[in-house]
């Protein structure tokens, strides 16, 4: 059940996603609370499921941080790391989604090649 619920929200964010790629962290600067101002990303792209074909991206993003037993509840989460591969949802120039695309993904319920799949049945890529 919970792997359908998973492959549902990863259709539903791929038909709202402007693009959507995977790629790697190259610089890394962290939101702030106080001010609160948004952070940004730059990473090399490895791979565009969605969108405008670059060879590099760089993006506003909020940490969203959502811990819980049901991974459908996190499935929005945003969050980087340096050096990091990462899958990235980008809505108006925002990121929306972004998921481990390396040896921390958990890949128990969805993992990276069954996204991938869902992204281009959705997109005819």
């Known amino acids: 059940a919970q792997s359908k619920r998973l492959r549902a929200l990863a259709t539903e964010m ?4 402007d693009s959507i790629f ?3 962290v190259t610089a890394l600067d962290r939101p702030s609370r106080d ?6 990303v730059t990473m090399s792209v490895r791979d565009t499921l969605k969108g405008p074909e670059a060879q590099t991206q760089t993006l506003e993003w909020v ?3 959502i811990l819980s037993c049901d991974a459908a509840d996190s499935f929005g989460n ?7 591969a990462y899958i990235v949802y980008v809505k108006a120039g925002q ?4 998921a481990a695309a390396d040896g921390l993904r958990e890949t128990s319920v969805l993992n990276l090649s069954d996204e991938v799949s869902l992204v281009a049945a959705q997109h005819h890529r």
Not at 95 to 98: D, L
């Open 63 to 65: 940490d969203v941080f």
């Open 22 to 24: 995977i790629g790697n």
């Open 14 to 17: 791929a038909a709202k996603a």
């Open 35 to 40: 001010p609160l101002r948004p952070g940004r």
């Open 78 to 84: 945003t969050g980087f790391r340096p050096n990091g």
């Open 95 to 98: 990121v929306i989604r972004s």
